[in-house]
C-alpha cells in the first residue's frame, strides 16, 4: 500500500532505520534487540493496538526493557500511546510497509529433518536483498546470537532446495517439505529457519540474521 503523494519507504531503508534506532543512546543500556524493535512493530501492525504489558508478552521482555522499547519507538514517531494501548503512527504503518517489502512471513513450526531446536523459527524473505546465500555464514552469526541451529532455504520455481547444491528438500524429507510450503513461499524467496530455547529467541534471532543478510549488501534496492 503507497500513501498518496508521497513516496513508499524501500526496504533497505527500512531496515536501515530499524538498526539506526537499535543504535541509539537512551538511558543505561539496553535490553532489547532490533530483533524485538521489528517483532514489536510487526505485533503492532496486526492487532492495531496493543497494551505495554500485553506486547512485552509477546516479546518476552521485562518490564524495564519493554518500557525503554516503547519510548525508543514512540520518540521516533513510529507509534503513540492511548487509553487502550499503543498504536501505530502512520510514519510507522509506512515504516512496517517497507519491512514487508522483504520480510513477507514469521512462523513457528514443528520440524522433524529441518529440527534446529526446541522451537523452530521460520521467515520467508526476498533472495533479491540477499544475493546468493552462506549457510554456514548464517548458521555462525545465529549460533553467537543464542541460536542451538540455523539453516537456510530458497524456494526456486516450485521447489524448495538446499543450498549450495541445490537438492529438493521432497527427496529428503516430504514432511517438512509440506510444511514449509503449507506457510506459502514464492519463487525465489529465502527461507530462514532458525533454532533456540523458546518461542521468543527463536524469532528474535530469524529476525536478525535475515536482517543482517540483507544490510551486508547495502545495495539500494528501490522496491
Known amino acids: 500500500m503507497e500513501m498518496q503523494g508521497k513516496a513508499p519507504i524501500s526496504a533497505i531503508s527500512a531496515l536501515e532505520e530499524i538498526n539506526r534506532l537499535s543504535h541509539k543512546k537512551l538511558g543505561p543500556p539496553r535490553s532489547f534487540s532490533y530483533g524485538h524493535l521489528i517483532l514489536a512493530l510487526f505485533y503492532l501492525f496486526d492487532r492495531q493496538e496493543i497494551s505495554r504489558d500485553k506486547l512485552a508478552e509477546e516479546l518476552g521482555l521485562g518490564g524495564g526493557a519493554i518500557k525503554t522499547l516503547v519510548i525508543t519507538l514512540r520518540n521516533s514517531e513510529l507509534i503513540e500511546t492511548k487509553r487502550n494501548g499503543n498504536r501505530l503512527t502512520e510514519k510507522g504503518r509506512d515504516l512496517v510497509f517497507g519491512l514487508h517489502k522483504y520480510l513477507f512471513k514469521l512462523a513457528i513450526l514443528k520440524l522433524s529433518y529441518l529440527n534446529m531446536g526446541d522451537y523452530n523459527a521460520v521467515a520467508l524473505a526476498s533472495s533479491s536483498m540477499v544475493g546468493q546465500v552462506n549457510p554456514i555464514k548464517l548458521r555462525d552469526i545465529a549460533v553467537r546470537k543464542g541460536a542451538t541451529g540455523m539453516t537456510t532455504l530458497v524456494m526456486h520455481e516450485n521447489e524448495i532446495v538446499i543450498p549450495p547444491d541445490g537438492i529438493p528438500l521432497s527427496h529428503v524429507s516430504a514432511e517438512?517439505?509440506?510444511?514449509?510450503?503449507?506457510?506459502?513461499?514464492?519463487?525465489?524467496?529465502?527461507?530462514?529457519?532458525c533454532g533456540a530455547s523458546s518461542e521468543f529467541l527463536a524469532k528474535q534471532i530469524v529476525v536478525e540474521v535475515a536482517v543482517e543478510a540483507a544490510l551486508q549488501r547495502r545495495v539500494k534496492y528501490a522496491i
Open 176 to 193: 517438512d517439505n509440506k510444511k514449509l510450503l503449507d506457510i506459502g513461499p514464492s519463487s525465489d524467496e529465502i527461507i530462514f529457519i
